[in-house]
C-alpha cells in the first residue's frame, strides 16, 4: 500500500522559515515516480508548488515557488523535502504531498496528475 505522511508543518513569524518532510512508503525511489507539492489556504483551491522526479532529481517549480521555495530528495530515507523561506502570512495553508506512478519526467503542477495523497500538514504563518 502506498502511503505519504506529511510532517514539519507549524507556526511561524512572517519571514520565517519552515523544512517539510513527505515519507513514503509502499514503494522505492528506484522506481519511476513524481513526488510533488501543493497547497490549500482556507477557502481556497489546491495550489500546486513544484515536483521531483525519484528518477534523476529534476524539478519544477510553480512561479509561487521560485525563488524562496526548494524541492529535494533522499533517496536513502525515502523522503522528499520542500524547504520554505520568507514565508508570508497569506502562505497560511494545509500542505500536502502527493505522488504519481510511472513516469521519469516532471509534470505539470495540476491535482489531476497525482494519484496518491497525503493527509497534509498545517503551516500557519503569524504577521
Known amino acids: 500500500e502506498v502511503q505519504l505522511v506529511e510532517s514539519g508543518g507549524g507556526l511561524v513569524q512572517a519571514g520565517g522559515s519552515l523544512r517539510l518532510s513527505c515519507l513514503v512508503s509502499?514503494?522505492?525511489?528506484?522506481?519511476?515516480?513524481?513526488i510533488g507539492w501543493f497547497r490549500q489556504a482556507p477557502g481556497k483551491g489546491r495550489e500546486g508548488l513544484s515536483c521531483i522526479t525519484t528518477y534523476d532529481g529534476s524539478t519544477n517549480y510553480a512561479d509561487s515557488a521560485k525563488g524562496r521555495f526548494t524541492i529535494s530528495i533522499d533517496n536513502n530515507k525515502n523522503t522528499v523535502f520542500l524547504q520554505l523561506d520568507s514565508l508570508k502570512h497569506e502562505e497560511t495553508a494545509v500542505y500536502y504531498c502527493?505522488?504519481?506512478?510511472?513516469?521519469?519526467?516532471?509534470?505539470?503542477?495540476?491535482?489531476?496528475?497525482?494519484?496518491?495523497w497525503g493527509q497534509g500538514t498545517q503551516d500557519t504563518v503569524s504577521l
Open positions: 509502499g514503494f522505492t525511489f528506484d522506481e519511476a515516480w513524481v
Open positions: 502527493a505522488g504519481k506512478f510511472g513516469t521519469q519526467q516532471v509534470v505539470k503542477l495540476s491535482e489531476d496528475e497525482f494519484d496518491y
